[in-house]
């Protein structure tokens, strides 16, 4: 799949065996004052968030992403 723009491309370890469903692809989620899209299929471990470019400043290897948050 080609990433639709530009930005900062990230994998996260998590898959629709985690539980993350195929749909997710185009949704967003807040996260570290971003909101990163899902990019490209969702694999069985592992899926794609594309932030803005301004954003590799502040994301890094170990950054926490939430999908869920049942508070």
């Known amino acids: 799949t080609p990433c639709p723009r530009d930005g900062w491309?990230?994998?996260i370890?998590?898959?629709y065996g985690d539980g993350v469903c195929h749909?997710?692809?185009g949704a967003?989620?807040?996260c570290q004052g971003f909101l990163p899209e899902f990019v490209g299929r969702v694999n069985m471990d592992m899926s794609y968030l594309l932030f803005p470019l301004e954003a590799s400043e502040k994301i890094q290897k170990g950054t926490l992403v939430t999908l869920c948050d049942h508070n």
């Open 9 to 11: 491309l990230t994998l």
């Open 13 to 15: 370890p998590l898959g």
């Open 28 to 30: 967003k989620i807040p």
């Open 23 to 25: 749909r997710y692809q």
